[in-house]
């Protein structure tokens, strides 16, 4: 095997260096670890029941995923598990998306309420979590409100993943409603266990006997569409699919009840046991009659919270109203959307288009969909002269330059050195600290004529896995629709790597679909659970991304005797010739440590 590209000769003044250097990142590791843990903002809220489970809510708090869902429970298999991905008929251009944004507050002991609604082409959405500590069971309460003139068919996947991989940690059905081990539309509750036999099961009950269920659908890919595997990783995927009509002006709600079963040999009893008595006498004490009387896939008939003959007096819910949302527009005339690399060069080069034009339209597509409530926060920086370096490309070419690259937007995962941008490695112990020259990788970009459009998310430190979200906000890692921001289209971008981590016709097309956010979950493992809850998203069609590797020399703020920043190492036979290493992989880029 040849040496590393980047690697460096050694000499006992570098070792030393290098050590002091390890030195420096643990102990800004540590320190950023303590900060995390002297307060709430730092971690996800965590609430304990009464059988020693803790359970990690995603509320509004750092890391601010906001989706109301389960990041884990411990000893069970929760890995993201709760949240709701929501397709209505009108629909707009976020539909199919998991909902978040609702501005979740935590009150300190065991409740999560809204405190603003998210709108979904005319449907607003609220949703609360209520843990009974006493009774090891939690119970999401969602609302459905029409606020328009036409009827609004709602269709909801509730779920996430309660396993991963297909060994030990595989999921399975316990039990059912129905007395067997498979999940159908005629079960009231379901038990999902994994094969460790430490792990608490989770049961999950969903309504009424044969009201609370449309279907099961793979809650990580296309839960209306794609229905849940019975073998492999895809498997531990479950979503619990309901579909109803909401009529103008009013409001439907969905009840759904989890509960957290104990350790041991009787553990599927003890919870079986559980879930029955909840699906026979749901709590729903402590809401209001308007609130039950808006419940779908629950016989009102057989609830003694309420008499079915009062609703219809009842005055609509009172919700709390949605932000805002920008209109999507953009000042470009250039449609990229589903453009690769080889395309949008083509169009450049026949003078269709030019690289201001494509570059506009990244930046507009940031601009709409990377903030707000739905916003998936693939950006840490945005570069304030991306269009001046566009221009320049654009430029350079009337000048006869050619080049794969030229005027094409990249985007630089915030990991490597940029001399115009901070580079911040997802930590706020790094804000604002500004390199004074660019990594080597960087600098072959800007050479190929590369637009540099900005810096994307990561977790601290590209800590994937580890609790480490990024100090920013979480970046988003789920695949959905991807449409133009001028027409509004309903358009499919490339979906990256399936639940086996293979990829795609998104790359091998060489479309703009690297992933430029890395917050430590990729594709295959769950979206929402200790890895972290990401409304999963690539970075294309927002500005190509360098999905990248570690700068060569993994520079932090560096003792001053060694920040070279990235550039090319002593060591490297191409820098030892005087010329430069030659490009490797389809973005001209070397492959060697790649994340």
């Given at each position: 095997?040849?040496?590393?590209?980047?690697?460096?000769?050694?000499?006992?003044?570098?070792?030393?260096?290098?050590?002091?250097?390890?030195?420096?990142?643990?102990?800004?590791?540590?320190?950023?670890?303590?900060?995390?843990a002297?307060?709430?903002?730092?971690?996800?809220?965590?609430?304990?029941?009464?059988?020693?489970a803790?359970?990690?809510?995603?509320?509004?708090?750092?890391?601010?995923?906001?989706?109301?869902?389960?990041?884990?429970?411990?000893?069970?298999?929760?890995?993201?598990?709760?949240?709701?991905?929501?397709?209505?008929?009108?629909?707009?251009?976020?539909?199919?998306?998991?909902?978040?944004?609702?501005?979740?507050?935590?009150?300190?002991?065991?409740?999560?309420?809204?405190?603003?609604?998210?709108d979904?082409?005319?449907?607003?959405?609220?949703?609360?979590?209520?843990?009974?500590?006493?009774?090891?069971?939690?119970?999401?309460?969602?609302?459905?409100?029409?606020?328009?003139?036409?009827?609004?068919?709602?269709?909801?996947?509730?779920?996430?993943?309660?396993?991963?991989?297909?060994?030990?940690?595989?999921?399975?059905?316990?039990a059912?409603?129905?007395?067997?081990?498979?999940?159908?539309?005629?079960?009231s509750?379901?038990?999902?266990?994994?094969?460790?036999?430490?792990?608490?099961?989770?049961?999950?009950?969903?309504?009424?006997?044969?009201?609370?269920?449309?279907?099961?659908?793979?809650?990580?890919?296309?839960?209306f569409?794609?229905?849940?595997p019975?073998?492999?990783?895809?498997?531990?995927?479950?979503?619990?699919?309901?579909?109803?009509?909401?009529e103008?002006?009013?409001?439907?709600?969905?009840?759904?009840?989890v509960?957290?079963?104990?350790?041991?040999?009787?553990?599927?009893?003890?919870?079986q046991?559980?879930?029955?008595?909840?699906?026979?006498?749901?709590?729903?004490?402590d809401?209001?009659?308007?609130?039950?009387c808006?419940?779908?896939?629950?016989?009102?008939?057989?609830?003694?919270?309420?008499?079915?003959?009062?609703?219809?007096?009842?005055?609509?819910?009172?919700?709390?109203?949605a932000?805002?949302?920008?209109?999507?527009?953009?000042?470009?005339?250039?449609?990229?959307?589903?453009?690769?690399?080889?395309?949008?060069?083509?169009?450049?080069?026949?003078?269709?288009?030019?690289?201001?034009?494509?570059?506009?339209?990244?930046?507009?597509?940031?601009r709409?969909?990377?903030?707000?409530?739905?916003?998936?926060?693939?950006?840490?920086?945005?570069?304030?002269?991306a269009?001046?370096?566009?221009r320049?490309?654009?430029?350079?070419?009337?000048?006869?330059?050619?080049?794969?690259l030229?005027?094409?937007?990249?985007?630089?995962?915030?990991?490597y050195?940029?001399?115009?941008?901070?580079?911040?490695?997802?930590?706020?112990?790094?804000?604002?600290?500004?390199?004074?020259?660019?990594?080597?990788?960087?600098?072959?970009?800007?050479?190929?004529?590369?637009v540099?459009?900005?810096?994307?998310?990561?977790?601290?430190?590209?800590?994937?896995?580890?609790?480490?979200?990024?100090?920013?906000?979480?970046?988003?890692?789920?695949?959905?629709p991807?449409?133009?921001?001028?027409?509004?289209?309903?358009?499919?971008?490339?979906?990256?790597?399936d639940?086996?981590?293979?990829?795609?016709?998104?790359?091998?097309?060489?479309?703009?679909?690297?992933?430029?956010?890395?917050?430590?979950?990729?594709?295959?493992?769950?979206?929402?659970?200790?890895?972290?809850?990401?409304?999963?998203r690539?970075?294309?069609?927002?500005?190509?991304?360098?999905?990248?590797?570690?700068?060569?020399?993994?520079?932090r703020?560096?003792?001053?005797?060694?920040?070279?920043?990235?550039?090319?190492?002593r060591?490297?036979?191409?820098?030892?010739?005087?010329?430069?290493?030659?490009?490797?992989g389809?973005?001209?880029?070397?492959?060697?440590?790649?994340?």
């Amino acid at each position: 095997m040849s040496a590393p590209l980047f690697a460096m000769r050694s000499s006992p003044g570098r070792s030393r260096l290098r050590r002091l250097r390890a030195l420096w990142i643990a102990a800004l590791s540590a320190c950023v670890g303590l900060l995390a843990a002297a307060g709430p903002a730092g971690a996800v809220n965590s609430v304990v029941t009464a059988n020693g489970a803790t359970w990690q809510v995603h509320d509004a708090a750092q890391p601010g995923l906001d989706t109301g869902s389960l990041r884990t429970v411990s000893n069970s298999g929760v890995q993201g598990f709760g949240n709701i991905i929501v397709d209505v008929s009108t629909d707009p251009r976020m539909d199919g998306q998991m909902m978040r944004g609702f501005g979740l507050r935590f009150d300190g002991l065991d409740r999560f309420k809204t405190t603003q609604a998210v709108d979904l082409g005319g449907i607003s959405i609220t949703r609360s979590l209520r843990i009974n500590r006493a009774g090891n069971w939690g119970r999401f309460f969602d609302t459905f409100t029409n606020t328009t003139g036409a009827p609004i068919v709602v269709k909801v996947s509730f779920g996430g993943a309660l396993g991963y991989n297909s060994g030990t940690n595989q999921s399975f059905v316990a039990a059912s409603s129905s007395g067997d081990t498979f999940i159908t539309q005629d079960d009231s509750w379901t038990i999902v266990r994994t094969g460790a036999n430490n792990q608490r099961p989770v049961g999950v009950v969903t309504g009424s006997p044969d009201l609370g269920l449309a279907g099961m659908g793979n809650h990580e890919l296309d839960p209306f569409t794609d229905p849940l595997p019975t073998t492999g990783m895809a498997a531990n995927f479950y979503g619990y699919v309901s579909q109803f009509t909401v009529e103008p002006g009013k409001t439907k709600s969905l009840a759904r009840f989890v509960v957290i079963g104990p350790t041991g040999a009787d553990a599927t009893a003890d919870t079986q046991e559980a879930v029955e008595d909840l699906a026979e006498d749901p709590d729903f004490s402590d809401l209001s009659t308007a609130e039950i009387c808006s419940l779908v896939k629950w016989d009102l008939t057989e609830l003694d919270a309420v008499d079915p003959d009062d609703c219809d007096a009842v005055k609509p819910l009172d919700v709390p109203p949605a932000p805002s949302d920008e209109a999507p527009k953009t000042a470009s005339a250039y449609d990229v959307v589903g453009k690769t690399i080889a395309e949008l060069q083509a169009d450049m080069e026949a003078g269709v288009t030019t690289s201001e034009e494509i570059t506009r339209a990244y930046l507009d597509r940031i601009r709409v969909y990377d903030t707000g409530q739905f916003g998936f926060h693939a950006y840490i920086t945005v570069a304030e002269d991306a269009i001046a370096q566009a221009r320049a490309a654009d430029q350079a070419r009337r000048e006869g330059a050619k080049g794969e690259l030229l005027g094409i937007p990249i985007a630089i995962k915030d990991l490597y050195d940029t001399k115009d941008m901070p580079t911040t490695d997802g930590t706020l112990a790094l804000e604002g600290w500004q390199p004074k020259r660019d990594a080597y990788q960087v600098e072959l970009l800007r050479e190929a004529g590369a637009v540099i459009i900005g810096k994307t998310n990561l977790s601290q430190f590209a800590n994937s896995g580890s609790y480490s979200e990024s100090g920013w906000g979480p970046g988003v890692e789920r695949p959905v629709p991807v449409e133009d921001v001028v027409r509004l289209e309903r358009r499919l971008g490339g979906r990256g790597r399936d639940q086996h981590g293979r990829g795609g016709d998104g790359h091998a097309d060489r479309r703009l679909a690297v992933r430029a956010v890395d917050r430590g979950e990729p594709r295959h493992v769950p979206r929402d659970g200790r890895h972290g809850e990401h409304p999963r998203r690539d970075a294309a069609h927002l500005g190509a991304g360098l999905r990248g590797a570690d700068r060569p020399h993994g520079d932090r703020p560096r003792l001053p005797a060694e920040r070279d920043h990235g550039h090319r190492p002593r060591g490297h036979a191409a820098h030892r010739r005087g010329r430069r290493a030659p490009a490797r992989g389809l973005d001209g880029l070397p492959r060697r440590g790649r994340s």
